[in-house]
């Protein structure tokens, strides 16, 4: 069993900062790319940030230059720091993960089994 916990999220101000975090953990083999998405009631899920395994990040425009995505590999954990905040930027936030879990063995090696693992959603408002 995976799962993914997201702590950090709160009340900001405009202008103001917050950091998330969001921690794996379970019968995890490996990850692959790791990403944050929010959404307002009654809108589509947004993608706000991709980290792969390298390092490697993407990021739309609503959110380039003030957002930044991280990882640390050796404990499961993707993170998100939210800068210069602005009331749009309020959402219930998600981390996804793509994530191999162990099935079984082969002769060889483990079998794997790859999927997407959602996180529970935290609450940011930013306001004054």
């Known amino acids: 069993q995976v799962q993914l916990v997201e702590s950090g999220g709160g009340l900001a101000q405009p202008g103001g900062s917050l950091k998330l975090s969001c921690v794996g953990s379970?019968?995890?083999?490996?990850?692959?790319?790791m990403r944050w998405f929010r959404q307002v009631p009654g809108n589509q899920r947004e993608l706000v940030g991709t980290?792969?395994?390298?390092?490697?990040?993407t990021y739309p425009d609503s959110v380039k230059g003030r957002f930044i995505i991280s990882r640390d590999n050796e404990k499961n954990t993707v993170f998100l720091q939210m800068n210069s905040l602005k009331p749009e930027d309020t959402a219930v936030y998600y981390c996804n993960a793509h994530i191999a879990v162990v099935q079984g063995r082969h002769s060889d090696g483990p079998a794997l089994r790859w999927g997407d693992y959602w996180g529970q959603g935290i609450q940011v408002t930013v306001s004054s």
């Open positions: 980290m792969d395994r390298y390092g490697g990040a």
């Open positions: 379970g019968n995890i083999f490996d990850i692959d790319d």
